[in-house]
T-cell receptor, first 114, second 112 residues
């Protein structure tokens, strides 16, 4: 099993640009989570999906952030327009169908907005 | 919603000694408590978990204890080694809910 796959691993962009982060969950997992990690705020849940349907997006910071899961094997997190304060490591995680829901994290995308 | 508090935020122990990290949770409906280890520059990885019908679970040098009455759980690492240096996160989830609420993390440093 390849585990959770994220791309790109590193992204450097200028303020105002659109950024798209990608995630492929572990095959057979039906829940997918997007987290943001910074030194100041720790590990924050942004949004999670169950069976491709967004269940809780209360952690999405503002309208500049959007996430989609068009099918069971792919999800995107988009930031438009990006700002320097969005600089962080973004993790995607997935968990299996049956509880109690161990989450497996991807390697993360380190985003730097200049 | 659930709230998880974790203490201490930093912990330094001599190699070979034991380390204990404590977490409290607010929602009595929580029934799943995993612990994650995150090494520098790496992803969080599950190291041990406990369910609410168990009071203690052990896996080699690590153990987790759960006190449902007091709503707290702890991670114990014995015979610490340099490779135990990392940030440790506790988490909790409410029965039937996939969402984990994480603690703020403990940076553990093992002094050789």
């Amino acid at each position: 099993d390849a585990g959770v796959i994220q791309s790109p691993r590193h992204e450097v962009t200028e303020m105002g640009q659109e950024v798209t982060l990608r995630c492929k969950p572990i095959s057979g997992h039906n829940s997918l989570f997007w987290y943001r990690q910074t030194m100041m705020r720790g590990l924050e849940l942004l949004i999670y999906f169950n069976n491709n349907v967004p269940i809780d997006d209360s952690g999405m910071p503002e309208d500049r952030f959007s996430a989609k899961m068009p099918n069971a094997s792919f999800s995107t997190l988009k930031i438009q327009p990006s700002e320097p304060r969005d600089s962080a490591v973004y993790f995607c995680a997935s968990s299996p169908v049956q509880g109690p829901y161990e989450q497996y994290f991807g390697p993360g995308t380190r985003l730097t907005v200049t | 919603g659930e709230n998880v508090e974790q203490h201490p935020s930093t912990l330094s122990v001599q190699e070979g000694d034991s380390a204990v990290i404590k977490c409290t949770y607010s929602d009595s409906a929580s029934n799943y408590f995993p612990w994650y280890k995150q090494e520098l520059g790496k992803r969080p990885q599950l190291i041990i978990d406990i369910r609410s019908n168990v009071g203690e679970k052990k896996d080699q040098r690590i153990a987790v204890t759960l006190n449902k009455t007091a709503k707290h759980f702890s991670l114990h690492i014995t015979e610490t080694q340099p490779e135990d240096s990392a940030v440790y996160f506790c988490a909790a989830s409410i029965g039937g809910n996939e969402k984990l609420t994480f603690g703020t993390g403990t940076r553990l440093t093992i002094i050789p």
